[in-house]
């Protein structure tokens, strides 16, 4: 398969509380990077984290990388309604110029 | 970061129809890339887009079904050819970041085929 994975799949979080996304992936990486999708429009990125990274925070954000389990997550704090999107982690390999998308997590945060 | 405008951002088209999409960037960028999402799911790779050459396709997709041009460094198309109603989907195009580190997407040409 072309695409990492991300679970869970969905995710329904009350405002206040934490999300965390989980990504897999299955090749030796440069960097990862998290993306944020609202309602079907375009992607925006959050974050990178590079390969010989294993914590980057950024606001609310923080990811980890564990490249001996090539995995990755992100961690939304103090979630607000406004974070109620889908979230995409995207690789690329060593060598390419191609990004490989996760599966995506879509989050709900309730207000 | 650069800036990426996609027209249309939505069309609602006929089956044996061919729709282009236009990707404009704010910079010059060596490779533009276009995407296909279909409903709920992640993004699928189409084509890489380098100026001055013809289109590298992934598996699975072919020229006569997504032509791509691309005749200067800020700008891109892409045509979806004699659609079905499997070619619903949102279609994006990318470039990376001048560091080549980061990519960033237009906000997305949203298709529905009847």
């Known amino acids: 398969s072309q695409q990492g994975e991300e679970d869970p799949q969905a995710l329904s979080i009350q405002e206040g509380e934490n999300a965390t996304m989980n990504c897999s992936y299955k090749t030796s990486i440069n960097n990862l990077q998290w993306y944020r999708q609202n309602s079907g429009r375009g992607l925006v990125h959050l974050i990178l984290i590079r390969s010989n990274e294993r914590e980057k925070h950024s606001g609310r954000l923080r990811v980890t990388l564990d490249t001996s389990k090539k995995s990755s997550s992100l961690l939304i704090t103090a979630s607000r309604a406004a974070d109620t999107a889908s979230y995409f982690c995207a690789t690329r390999a060593a060598g390419t110029y191609k990004y490989i998308f996760g599966t995506g997590t879509r989050l709900k945060v309730l207000a | 970061s650069a800036v990426i405008s996609q027209k249309p951002s939505r069309d609602i088209c006929q089956r044996g129809t061919s729709l282009t999409i236009q990707c404009q960037v704010d910079?010059?960028?060596?490779?533009m890339f276009w995407y296909r999402q279909q409903p709920g799911q992640s993004l699928t790779l189409i084509a890489t887009?380098?100026?001055?050459?013809?289109?590298?396709?992934e598996s699975g997709f072919v020229i006569d079904k997504f032509p791509i041009s691309r005749p200067n460094l800020t700008f891109s198309t892409l045509t979806v050819s004699n659609m079905s109603p499997e070619d619903s989907s949102i279609y994006l195009c990318?470039?990376?970041?001048?560091?080549?580190?980061?990519?960033?997407f237009g906000p997305g040409t949203r298709l529905l085929v009847l």
């Open positions: 910079s010059q960028v060596t490779m």
């Open positions: 990318s470039v990376d970041e001048a560091n080549g580190e980061t990519q960033y």
């Open positions: 887009a380098n100026q001055g050459s013809e289109a590298t396709y």
